[in-house]
């Protein structure tokens, strides 16, 4: 069975490091918070002014006004700092967030990403994700591997308006993970989903990519 979302954030979660800054992004990247591995300390940002993000709270734990980049509900924590939005995006820019979770609609074999906007369909704007792109130093996008139309997502190159250009470290989708070593490497299918074989990834991917399991 492919992977559901949750499951996408827990894999994830699997690579954060102790001591890092995060950025999660919108969507089910948000969900990592939930799935931060026991024993670790990870700091998690946010672009509209907030270090130290707690798990989603329960019902009766919501404060209103606190809230993530996506506008959810979230928790702090007795670390937890607030900031100006300037100041969140000094820290996303001059490279102090290690790694940045985000959410995407297409990934190109080079590492491109799209993941702002469709043409034609109205948008709320592009919010951090070309800063975290350009400033964060690791880039881990995860995303269902195929479109509600059922087209590949991780593809040759990308037909949407580009978010970042050959960025992308890390690709988790509901049938599996490719992972490229640098920049200047092809990806790599290194994991897949329970159930999954190789047939069925080579059959919802036309992007170039290695087969490393």
């Keep these: 069975m492919p992977w559901d979302r949750n499951q996408m954030a827990a894999r994830a979660a699997q690579e954060l490091e102790d001591g890092f800054y995060v950025n999660l992004g919108?969507?089910?990247p948000t969900?990592?918070?939930n799935y931060i591995p026991v024993g670790k300390t990870v700091t998690l940002q946010s672009e509209n002014g907030m270090l130290g993000i707690g798990p989603f709270p329960y019902p009766d734990e919501?404060?209103?006004?606190?809230?993530n980049a996506g506008k959810q509900t979230i928790s702090e924590?007795?670390?937890?700092?607030?900031f100006s939005s300037d100041q969140s995006f000094a820290m996303i820019r001059g490279g102090h967030i290690d790694l940045t979770?985000?959410?995407a609609m297409e990934v190109s074999q080079d590492g491109d990403i799209a993941n702002w906007m469709i043409p034609g369909k109205m948008i709320k704007g592009m919010g951090g994700a070309m800063d975290l792109v350009a400033g964060v130093k690791k880039i881990i996008v995860v995303m269902d591997h195929v479109s509600k139309s059922g087209s590949p997502k991780f593809i040759p190159e990308?037909?949407?308006?580009l978010t970042g250009k050959n960025v992308v470290d890390l690709i988790i989708t509901d049938l599996g993970v490719f992972?490229?070593?640098?920049?200047?490497s092809p990806f790599q299918l290194v994991e897949l989903a329970p159930g999954v074989t190789e047939d069925e990834i080579a059959e919802k991917t036309t992007a170039a990519y290695e087969v490393a399991l």
Aim: glycine fraction near 6%.
């Design 31 to 33: 969900l990592v918070a």
């Design 62 to 67: 919501v404060d209103a006004d606190l809230i």
């Design 101 to 103: 979770v985000l959410g």
């Design 158 to 161: 990308c037909s949407l308006p």
């Design 26 to 28: 919108i969507g089910i």
């Design 179 to 184: 992972r490229r070593k640098d920049h200047d």
């Design 77 to 82: 924590l007795a670390s937890s700092s607030y």
